[in-house]
Antibody
Framework: QVQLVESGGGVVQPGTSLRLSCVASGFTFRTHAMHWVRQAPGRGLEWVAVIWYDGDTKYYADSVKGQFSISRDDSKNTLYLQMDSLRVEDTAVYYC????????????????????WGQGTLVTVSS | SSELTQDPAVSVALGQTVTITCQGDSLRTYSTNWYQQKPRQAPVVVIYGDNNRPSGIPDRFSGSRSGNTASLTITGTQAEDEADYYCNSRDSSRQWSSGHHWVFGGGTKLTVL
């Protein structure tokens, strides 16, 4: 079955780095854009970043641009999120999610959504 | 960046109909998705592309969009529908990368009475 499994979370001090991984199975990973979404404790969902299937096209939320880097290794069916200079406000559960598209005309698609999501990995930034 | 606005909390009596709304300028351009999140679980899509239900989602869930407002309607609400619901769309506010950034609403906590 289609599955995403995140790992790499933990407790780190402010200013340090962490790399999250998301291993995909059950589908052709290289043909899908992949996203990271985070959720701070007791808060809502916040979109973090996307990487297209080409591996070169990437977009980031303003809150993490220049601080986080998204990448993928299609040979390992794995998505990554490199997080540098971590701040207390980066504390959150980080989810990876697969992008799906439908009703496309050329490069434009009417329906674009995230499914499935991984179970999440908790990152706690604290001194 | 664009924003999507949701009511923080909504309640509904068991078996009744409830509508959760989402407002934002991006909804004038891009379709809306809705995700259900239960405590300590990952989000699950219940509606995509404004009004499409993924397989396995009960047909009591439906969606619509008009102008800058999207709606999620649950008809005959069940106890298991109690959860947080998030709308989601692509961000239309960026001049050079419209549609490539994503945005979520703040979420609506649905209580079933």
């Amino acid at each position: 079955q289609v599955q995403l499994v995140e790992s790499g979370g933990g407790v780190v001090q402010p200013g340090t780095s962490l790399r999250l991984s998301c291993v995909a199975s059950g589908f052709t990973f290289r043909t899908h854009a992949m996203h990271w979404v985070r959720q701070a404790p007791g808060r809502g969902l916040e979109w973090v970043a996307v990487i297209w299937y080409d591996g070169d096209t990437k977009y980031y939320a303003d809150s993490v641009k220049g601080q986080f880097s998204i990448s993928r290794d299609d040979s390992k069916n794995t998505l990554y999120l490199q997080m540098d200079s971590l701040r207390v406000e980066d504390t959150a559960v980080y989810y990876c999610a697969r992008e799906n598209k439908r009703d496309c005309d050329g490069g434009n698609c009417y329906s674009v959504w995230l499914d499935p999501w991984g179970q999440g990995t908790l990152v706690t930034v604290s001194s | 960046s664009s924003e999507l606005t949701q009511d923080p909390a909504v309640s509904v009596a068991l078996g009744q109909t409830v509508t959760i709304t989402c407002q934002g300028d991006s909804l004038r351009t891009y379709s809306t998705n809705w995700y259900q999140q239960k405590p300590r679980q990952a989000p699950v899509v219940v509606i995509y592309g404004d009004n499409n239900r993924p397989s396995g989602i009960p047909d009591r869930f439906s969606g619509s969009r008009s102008g800058n407002t999207a709606s999620l309607t649950i008809t005959g609400t069940q106890a298991e529908d109690e959860a947080d619901y998030y709308c989601n769309s692509r961000d239309s506010s960026r001049q050079w990368s419209s549609g490539h950034h994503w945005v979520f609403g703040g979420g609506t906590k649905l209580t079933v009475l």
